[in-house]
Each structure stands twice: as C-alpha cells, then as structure tokens.
C-alpha cells in the first residue's frame, strides 16, 4: 500500500495494532472513507500479516449486536467500524444497548473529509459535503465512556491503546474514535505499530472495610435477599455465587434479569417477582441491578438495610436512580461476589436460623416453579402462549450447552436455564433488534455452543432480518432464531393496559398504535437465505418443532427459523 516497507498508511495500520490489542475480529461496514483501510488489508493478505479478521456486515446495527454478543460470550471485547455519520447513526441504538450492559467495545467511523481539494483524500464526490457534520461524535458521546478524533496519523496506535484500556476498565463500556479519511491517507513509519499496548485497563480496588460491612449485614440478617440483573461474573464466580446462596439459605430474585446469575432450579431461586421476599426483608443485596424493583409496586421496608454492589453501584451514568444505598461496594462481580463470600465464611452464622430459612427458601421456589409449570400447561387451551413456548424450549434444550437470546420472547420464568452465560435478555436501554445479531455474535465466539435468539415479530423486523440472514448464511453460524408472532407490538398494549387497567384500551379487542397486521410472511424472508424454516400455529406442535430445528442446526450446521402464532398477551 505504500512504496516503502518502512512506512504505512494511518488507516492501514488500524488492524495491525488491534491485532496488538487482542481484537479478534472487526465488523465492518464499509464506505468511501476506507480507501486506505482496505489497501491495508490488501498488503497484509499479500505479506502474511497477521490482523484480525474482518467480517463485513451489511447493516450497522447488526454489526454492533454481533460485537456485543460476541463479548458477552468470549468475555474479550470487539471493534467495529463504521461509515461517517450516517452510518454511525445507524449503529447509536447498538452503542446505547452496549453501555446500559457495561460492554466494552471499540466504535471507529470514518469522518468526511474537511478539505475539498488538493490534499490526498479530500472530497470527491457530493457525499463528502452532504456527510459533514459540525459534531459527529454528538450521535454516540452519551453512550461513549471516551470520545476522540483522529487528528494526526503518528497518533493512531496510542490513541488505540487508551481507547482500548478506557473499555476494558471498571466499569466496561463502549468507546468512540473518529476517523477523518485525509489523517487515515498521511503515512507514518510502520515500525511500533504491532507493538503491545502501553495501557493496561483499570480495575476497582475492593475496599476490606466495605466487604467486612456487607458480609456482617448479611450473616446477622433475618431475612436476607438477593436481587441479581445482570449475572454474577464469570463461570467460577457463578458457580460459587450459587453455593453461597444455599450455604446460607439466601432467597436470589431475577427480577427483569438481563443475565442469569443462579439456575432456574436452584433451590434458592424464587422467581422474577421481588414483592412478598422484599416486604420481608432486613438486608438486600442488590447485585449489579439497575432497577431492582418497581418503586410504584415492590414495598421496601423503612427500617430494611440495602446494599448495592456492581462494577458502577449507583450507575451514574444515570440522571435518576434513587434507590436505597446504605453501602455501595464497586468492583466487577468476578471479584467482588468471592470477596463477599470469603468474608461471611470468616463471619460465620446461626446453623438454626440458617437452615429453617433455607427450608422456607426451598419450599417456595419449588412452589413458583410447579405453579409455572402448570400455568404454561393449562395456557394452551385457546392457543399458543409465550409460557407453553418458553416450556417446550427449556425442556428441548435440557443437557445442552446453549445460550438464549431473549426479546420481549421466551419468559425466564418459565424457560429452564442453567449455567453462566444460559440466559441473555433484551438490555433495559430497550434498543430493539438486539437478540438476532448477538446470537449471531455469541455463536461466533462459540461454535459448540447451541445458540438461540427468541423475539418477538416486532423485534424481528427492527433487527433488519434481511441483512441478518445473509450474515448467518456468510459466516456459517448455525443459530436458531424462533419469532413469537403476535400480530403487534404487545410490549405496547402490556404498558397501556398497565396504566389504564379499568379504561377502553383495556376493554377493547383492537388498540390503536400496536398492530402490525397485516404480518409479512417471515418464513420467505428466512428462506432468501436458505435457512430452515417452519412455521407452528398449534400448540401440540410446538415441541416437535423446535426439536427439528434443533436438529437442523446440530446436523446440517444450517441456520434456522421458525415463526409460531402465538395469542395476543
């Protein structure tokens, strides 16, 4: 790409040093501001180069998802690069959905060249002046932990190493460098562009103080609760979390769970609903929650104490969260949930009182659990329900490794999940179209794992299955995708209803600004693609279904779809 061996491009030297980084793979979505990008990639291919790979990705938001699934299953974050405004603009609702859930991630768009003559790679076509923008970073800097333009090709491996360190440190989130296509043309001397980053990401120091306060308020606690959203760590701590929980009889509550942080059948698992434990309660643990209740509903009370413990306790990137904090414990859960238990082991507590609570705890969640059962059974006498799919998808899935990607699909209540990285829900930023890329992402960075991403049909077209199927089809990735068909968008009626439970919207069959009838017939989408496909409208049918595509994906490595009717919530 350039006349000297000695020399590189600024854009050429972007892979090699995120190759440095230990990025695996970036996702692409290229336009005019890559020229010297992709001769880069050219003269690597040539030369043997090492990079990451680069996997092109046709729309923007699928591009973020897959990044972000790929991290929640690998733990080892992504880049993804983007064109100019527009499509950064594109993938804002990605950057959004990946800082809510503390995701790293390294966001890189071209930036439309300022000069419009004489300079190597000024503008050359009308898009280089409809593309300008005053301040392009304005579209994902609420979402960004660090934000920078390029403003010197010599500058792109260190600021590459600080963007990368900001990601990465305690807590995690996406990150936003801005590349103008004049900088990324100017070469700079290739050597130290390969070279290890000089910064090493930055964990929060657990306090011994702070973690000897929370263990003492849990040991001597009555009635103790757990309320954990986004998971416990990594695999080691998930599994410790869990012995704790029975160890000391603790109730653990995944109220609007986005990650699973105890087994569904664990006897210390009482379900989503917080209400009767948390009216009880003494101590609360909230563990990397970031609305572990509904104020309006879930009664705290006065005199209960709260503890908040996550790698940003009292989420600060968050104008309102008032919740109760007596102690708030920073730290990733991998270091803080080990702490904690080593600390109540030291404490130690009643064996008495210990053991009637973890008797009660037992009793109850095995009560919830048997009644969901039968719910799910008995809600299949007018049709197909969300419960009854949620069932036959637990049971199918029994034994195997596997990972679901839930939005506004499958219900964890009802769905068996168990095992770190089992159960992955749509992030509370509410960013729709989420769950189809990040399976894709997740099953890129497992191959062996058994993927499913279960949505709704309103999710499934945000998620612009087009591009979608075509990525599964490229790379191969065998995930099975199942859409909850509704005819609407239920999540809206659910809040209207919610709000005006004795009003018209309530009493009538049609609420307005929700349908979304007539449905397209999503099978052919699927099937553009070459992918399996059924669709299911009864419910006898549903467990023969999803163990066929189960069955395609496990022996024919193809991806697969299946669209099933279900009743209107």
């Known amino acids: 790409m350039t006349e000297e061996n000695n020399t590189i491009t600024a854009g050429g030297a972007i892979f090699t040093k995120l190759k440095a980084l230990g990025v695996d793979y970036v996702f692409v979505n290229s336009g005019t501001d890559f020229p010297p990008i992709v001769e880069g990639l050219v003269e690597a291919s040539h030369k043997n180069i090492d990079l990451p790979t680069p996997i092109i990705i046709p729309h923007e938001h699928a591009a973020m998802g897959m990044a972000m699934g790929y991290y929640e299953i690998s733990g080892r974050c992504q ?88 990601a990465n440190s305690t807590p995690k989130g996406p990150v936003y460098l801005s590349l103008p296509r004049e900088t990324l043309c100017e070469e700079i001397p290739r050597e130290g562009t390969s070279d290890a980053t000089t910064m090493q990401p930055a964990k929060i120091g657990i306090s011994d103080r702070e973690m000897d306060a929370a263990a003492a308020m849990l040991a001597k606690a009555k009635h103790p609760l757990v309320i954990a959203q986004r998971g416990a760590g990594d695999a080691e701590s998930y599994a410790q979390f869990g012995q704790w929980a029975d160890e000391w009889g ?57 503890i908040n413990m996550g790698p940003d306790p009292l989420f600060s990137r968050y104008p309102i969260r008032n919740f109760r904090s007596n102690l708030s414990i920073a730290g990733e859960n991998a270091d803080t949930i080990p702490a904690l238990i080593k600390a109540m082991r030291r404490i130690g507590g009643d064996a008495d009182v210990i053991a009637a609570r973890r008797a009660h705890v037992a009793e109850k969640a095995q009560a919830t659990r048997d009644r969901l059962a039968l719910e799910a059974q008995a809600s299949t006498a007018k049709g197909i329900t969300k419960q009854w799919v949620s069932a ?29 990285n089992a159960w992955f829900q749509e992030p509370h930023s509410g960013g ?22 279960t949505m709704g049909d309103g999710s499934y077209i945000f998620s612009n299955p087009t591009a979608c199927h075509q990525i599964a089809e490229a790379l191969g990735l065998p995930v099975l995708i199942i859409v909850l068909n509704n005819h609407e968008w239920g999540a809206v009626r659910q809040s209207v209803v919610g709000s005006y439970p004795n009003g018209y919207a309530a009493q009538s069959n049609e609420v307005p600004l929700t349908s979304l ?53």
Request: charged residues 25%; contains cysteine; glycine residues 8%.
């Open 79 to 166: 880049a993804v690069m983007l064109h100019t405004n527009v499509g950064l603009s594109n993938g804002a609702t990605g950057a959004i959905n990946a800082a809510c859930e503390h995701v790293p991630m390294l966001m890189m768009s071209g930036r439309t060249p300022v000069t419009e003559e004489t300079r190597f790679g000024a503008r050359t076509v009308p898009i280089g002046w409809g593309q300008e923008m005053r301040d392009q970073t304005a579209l994902v800097r609420e979402a960004s932990k660090w934000d920078y333009e390029l403003r010197f090709p010599e500058q792109i491996s260190g600021a590459l190493d600080r963007a990368f360190a900001i």
């Open 250 to 306: 603790i109730p653990v509550c995944s109220w609007w769970a986005t990650h699973l942080a105890i087994d569904t059948d664990h006897p210390c698992h009482i379900g989503e609903n917080p209400s009767p434990w948390l009216e009880a309660a003494d101590v609360v643990l909230v563990l990397d929650s970031l609305a572990p209740w509904w104020p309006d509903k879930h009664k705290l009370p006065d005199d209960a104490r709260v």
């Open 392 to 420: 036959c998808l637990g049971a199918a899935l029994r034994g195997k490794k596997s990972s679901v990607y839930s939005e506004l699909g499958v219900k964890l209540g009802s769905v068996e999940r168990k095992g770190h």
């Open 432 to 453: 729709l179209g989420w769950s189809f890329p990040a399976a894709m992402g997740g099953q890129l960075a497992d191959r062996d794992r058994v993927i499913v991403a």
């Open 517 to 569: 009838e007539p449905s397209p017939d999503f099978v052919h989408v699927a099937k553009a693609s070459r992918a399996w496909t059924r669709k299911v409208d009864r419910p006898e049918d549903v467990p023969g279904a999803i163990e066929a595509a189960l069955a395609a994906i496990s022996d024919r490595k193809q991806h697969a779809f299946l669209e099933i009717t279900i009743l209107k919530d």
